[in-house]
T-cell receptor, first 111, second 112 residues
Framework: KQEVTQIPAALSVPEGENLVLNCSFT??????LQWFRQDPGKGLTSLLLIQSSQREQTSGRLNASLDKSSGRSTLYIAASQPGDSATYLCAVMDSSYKLIFGSGTRLLVRP | NAGVTQTPKFRVLKTGQSMTLLCAQD?????MYWYRQDPGMGLRLIHY???????AKGEVPDGYNVSRLKKQNFLLGLESAAPSQTSVYFC???????????FGPGTRLTVL
């Protein structure tokens, strides 16, 4: 059974710092991997989607990498801002096209 | 385009009451999904639909029923609510089974 783990559960950094969020999964037979942002009391916003054949995707200050063989993905946020404060969720789509979510990393960027 | 919308946003039920959550999407997506999110946990799939008139069970289907009578709507029903069903419910849709899923804003349900 696919399991997705996100470490750390919470992270607090000063504004301007570059940071990395980690996601690991137990079964490398994935279709794709998505990173989402969730603001308190709100829905999920898709940030980046990496197909299983890809190694990374970039959008603005965000860069997501995927290493299927080691079962890892990272989300890199450059020059963090207080507006980046949110919970970041990683989800892998398994071979039956079901999304399996991690429990998230709660990020606080201090001004 | 409104994307994915959910009704209601909040609801409080007493144990044993029934209710229906409505999800609507205007993107002409074939696939629709219902998830629940509990504190400290990721989202878990309750039921999903691969097209109008179809439904299928996800990871945690017990205590819930669904219907997809129209392509744009996906209903989640609780026949006899239990405190264990207190959660935030999210609906999502996608164009096809392996494509990006788009999520609604969620419904916060409390069962007393």
């Amino acid at each position: 059974k696919q399991e997705v783990t996100q470490i750390p559960a919470a992270l607090s950094v000063p504004e301007g710092e570059n940071l990395v969020l980690n996601c690991s999964f137990t079964d490398s037979a994935i279709y794709n991997l998505q990173w989402f942002r969730q603001d308190p009391g709100k829905g999920l916003t898709s940030l980046l989607l990496i197909q299983s054949s890809q190694r990374e995707q970039t959008s603005g200050r965000l860069n997501a990498s995927l290493d299927k063989s080691s079962g890892r993905s990272t989300l890199y946020i450059a020059a963090s801002q207080p507006g980046d404060s949110a919970t970041y969720l990683c989800a892998v789509m398994d071979s039956s096209y079901k999304l399996i979510f991690g429990s998230g990393t709660r990020l606080l960027v201090r001004p | 385009n409104a994307g994915v919308t959910q009704t209601p946003k909040f609801r409080v039920l007493k144990t044993g009451q029934s209710m229906t959550l409505l999800c609507a999407q205007d993107m002409n997506h074939e696939y629709m999904y219902w998830y629940r999110q509990d504190p400290g946990m990721g989202l878990r799939l309750i039921h999903y639909s691969v097209g109008e008139g179809t439904t299928a069970k996800g990871e945690v289907p017990d205590g819930y029923n669904v219907s997809r009578l129209k392509k744009q709507n996906f209903l989640l029903g609780l026949e006899s609510a239990a405190p264990s069903q207190t959660s935030v419910y999210f609906c999502a849709s996608s164009y096809f089974e392996g494509s990006e899923q788009f999520f609604g804003p969620g419904t916060r349900l409390t069962v007393l």
